[in-house]
């Protein structure tokens, strides 16, 4: 009799984790064939993707009270890239007229029927400037200008090697002529560009630096 019951208790436990087993599976596979899952690191059946590869940009898009995740290579328009420490997530730009933002308050990219200036978006261009396809500029920049300037070495505390980055410039319109200045409206311009440095000096080569780790 007790051997009897013995085998029940064993077989109906049997069935139990069979059961259980059969539901882990098909909740593996839904996870793994879910198109909301795809290029998830972790997923969730209700909000899609939590966490993505280290390369890929976490996409929250609100649905009713809740948010879905997906996973992009690049963010969609109105968002920019935000790369984090453990996480790198798609950020929405302040501004609704903006197409495309390089942060959450420059954009680099206007909707239909505003113009760019200065990482804003506006209905008109601001007095000394013109609309140029989708942008402002200043009204010296749309006349013909000077060739610009060789770029000047990569400097840092006005040393050329010892650090890892320094920066250079270039210069048009100084050659001009006061009366073209004065019709222009403009002075010379300048641009200003990161560059890498030779972080080891050369022996001997007397410099004050300190090297940047």
Request: glycine content about 8%; overall charge positive; proline content about 4%.
């Amino acid at each position: 009799m007790h051997l009897r019951l013995f085998a029940i208790v064993i077989s109906f436990l049997c069935e139990v984790i069979r059961m259980g087993s059969g539901v882990m599976q098909k909740q593996s596979a839904h996870r793994e064939t879910s198109e909301d899952c795809r290029g998830c690191l972790e997923c969730s059946r209700d909000n899609g993707c939590v966490r993505c590869p280290e390369r890929l940009f976490l996409f929250l898009q609100r649905e009713g009270m809740s948010h879905h995740g997906t996973c992009l290579h690049a963010c969609p328009a109105g968002h920019y890239g935000q790369r984090g420490k453990d996480i790198n997530r798609c950020m929405k730009c302040r501004s609704v007229d903006c197409e495309h933002c390089f942060s959450r308050d420059f954009c680099t990219k206007c909707k239909p029927g505003f113009h760019l200036y200065k990482g804003k978006c506006l209905t008109s261009c601001p007095e000394g400037t013109l609309p140029h396809n989708t942008d402002c500029l200043e009204d010296c920049l749309l006349a013909p200008a000077a060739e610009w300037s060789e770029w000047s070495s990569c400097l840092r505390d006005g040393v050329t090697c010892g650090f890892r980055w320094g920066k250079q410039t270039r210069t048009r319109g100084g050659s001009r002529t006061p009366e073209e200045k004065a019709a222009l409206l403009c002075p010379s311009h300048s641009e200003t560009q990161r560059c890498r440095m030779r972080k080891k000096c050369p022996t001997g080569e007397e410099t004050a630096v300190i090297s940047e780790f």
